[in-house]
């Protein structure tokens, strides 16, 4: 199966409208027939061997040793075309590799044919969440815990879908259900850290990232790297009462300088400091400051710990924690701020750092490209008065990794596609996969680009003109947008990310993000 056909069938598969047949033998056997006993001893020894070699491969695949594991379970797929414990085995050992047409294709079979089987329905699940197909993944969750609501998987699952929609305490709940009852798994112990860090439960995060050091492959270097210097910071956070404290006026409107499509809006670190160019990112989930600007203001290093993944050179970077007692924009005031420290690699613009989603977060948020100003309004005012608008509203989900996610659409696309939406990117991206698809080859322009990204430059992009991008019911013409391999991203988001919807295409609106409601407002500016 083609990628293409792959989101055509996922979006378009709704259990809840479909009913599978099922077909049962026509020949019946006589109560009075028996099977020959050397046969039956055969069959015996056969099933209890593909069950041994299913466990070994799963020890395997817990120890990280995904290629080994699915040379096993292919062997006893082959052997026994029937075996369903294998053919669901290796569709999870598929999706921990991030295959996931095959694991899907493994996984919609056995559910098809097997109404009862839970485990089918947690892997389908996982396979069509891991695709960015919310809808019929949380219906396949539903059915598994229906079936078992012993099916750790399927609560992990749910559990993620609920973070990915920014219901973190809903979330966090399934995901400490799922480690109870399958606390061997490292996939739901790394989940559960994510998200109780994304609900400031630093303790419990810090607890379970050392648990996911005892039990994750060894062969995991670059992340459990990542891991141990996040650690030494979430105890760091931990010493603090709370992060993000908002302060100061209730509602601030600023100004900002639109360049290269990208707003920068000035801060402070304190009230008679020197004021910061930053540039308002909302594809950083944690804000950033210019290891230059850090050395100025004498803003040490907490920690420091592996490499991070983003676009741009080698697609790494290193992980240098830090800590910011406040920051202002305008009259509010946020204490507390968490940061990022690393280099920038921007020549022939002054930029001291980036906002980040979660300085933001506890406001509602406007950016307005028309007459380039930033709002931000308490919880408190917006609390006590609906947003009354008849703007389109959009659903906006949080990535793993901390980005905004909105569903898009392109002209040769059937399905709408993840795009991470992205006021820090002067132009839109597609990715690699997308842009050799046979749909989208002929929109390819000679112009190749230059890309700055977090991680270093990248030279000879290649550029497309896309004859239509849609978000919502909002259609713009002739976007140019860059190529670009999003693996690296795609490996952290924890659903597929199809591009970025870069400020190329957001420039021509009035956006609020509500936070809050996980959703954007989108009004046109002239």
Not at 250 to 272: C, G, H
Not at 314 to 343: H, M, Q, T
Request: charge should be positive; proline fraction near 3%; aromatic fraction near 10%.
């Amino acid at each position: 199966m083609k990628y293409k056909d792959f989101l055509t069938d996922v979006f378009r598969f709704p259990f809840h409208k479909k009913k599978f047949v099922f077909l049962i033998s026509a020949c019946l056997l006589t109560a009075g027939f028996t099977a020959p006993a050397a046969d039956g001893n055969i069959q015996q020894t056969e099933v209890a061997e593909a069950k041994q070699l299913i466990k070994q491969a799963e020890k395997l695949t817990r120890r990280g040793e995904f290629i080994k594991a699915e040379n096993l379970l292919r062997g006893v797929v082959e052997s026994s075309p029937k075996n369903s414990a294998a053919k669901l085995a290796l569709s999870y050992n598929l999706l921990k590799q991030r295959r996931l047409v095959e694991a899907y294709d493994l996984s919609i079979e056995v559910a098809r044919a097997e109404s009862k089987n839970s485990r089918a329905f947690a892997v389908l699940g996982t396979a069509l969440l891991s695709a960015g197909n919310f809808r019929d993944a949380k219906i396949s969750f539903i059915n598994a815990v229906k079936l078992n609501n012993q099916e750790a998987l399927a609560w992990s699952g749910y559990g993620m879908l609920d973070f990915y929609e920014n219901r973190i305490t809903q979330g966090l709940e399934s995901l400490r259900e799922a480690v109870y009852l399958d606390p061997r798994e490292p996939d739901f112990v790394y989940a559960l850290a994510q998200v109780a860090a994304r609900a400031e439960q630093y303790k419990e995060a810090s607890e379970a990232y050392k648990r996911y050091l005892q039990i994750s492959p060894q062969t995991e270097v670059e992340r459990r790297d990542r891991i141990k210097g996040l650690i030494n910071f979430l105890r760091f956070l931990g010493n603090r009462q709370s992060l993000y404290d908002v302060d100061g006026a209730e509602q601030t409107i600023v100004s900002f300088k639109l360049k290269n499509d990208r707003p920068i809006v000035q801060i402070k670190l304190d009230k008679s400091s020197e004021p910061l160019n930053f540039i308002l990112d909302t594809g950083s989930g944690i804000s950033v400051i210019s290891e230059e600007t850090a050395e100025r203001l004498k803003i040490k290093p907490i920690t420091r710990g592996g490499l991070a993944r983003g676009i741009g050179g080698e697609g790494k970077f290193e992980i240098v924690y830090g800590f910011l007692p406040s920051v202002y924009i305008g009259d509010a005031k946020i204490k507390n701020v968490p940061i990022y420290i690393r280099k920038f690699h921007t020549t022939n613009e002054r930029v001291d750092g980036y906002i980040g989603l979660s300085l933001i977060s506890k406001f509602l948020t406007t950016i307005d490209y028309g007459n380039q100003t930033f709002t931000l309004v308490s919880k408190k005012v917006f609390d006590k008065q609906k947003i009354q608008t008849t703007a389109l509203s959009l659903p906006l989900r949080l990535t793993s990794s901390g980005f905004l996610s909105g569903e898009v659409n392109l002209e040769g696309i059937e399905v709408p596609l993840n795009f991470i939406v992205d006021t820090g990117a002067s132009v839109s991206v597609i990715s690699n996969e997308l842009a050799n698809s046979k749909e989208f080859s002929r929109f390819v322009k000679g112009e190749k680009m230059r890309v700055v990204g977090a991680a270093g430059v990248t030279e000879n992009v290649p550029s497309l003109l896309l004859p239509r991008v849609t978000f919502g019911s909002h259609s713009r013409q002739s976007i140019t947008a860059i190529a670009l391999d999003l693996e690296l991203i795609n490996e952290t988001s924890g659903f597929q990310q199809a591009g970025i919807l870069g400020g190329n295409f957001l420039k021509n609106y009035r956006l609020t993000f509500d936070f809050q409601n996980s959703k954007v407002i989108f009004v046109p500016v002239k």
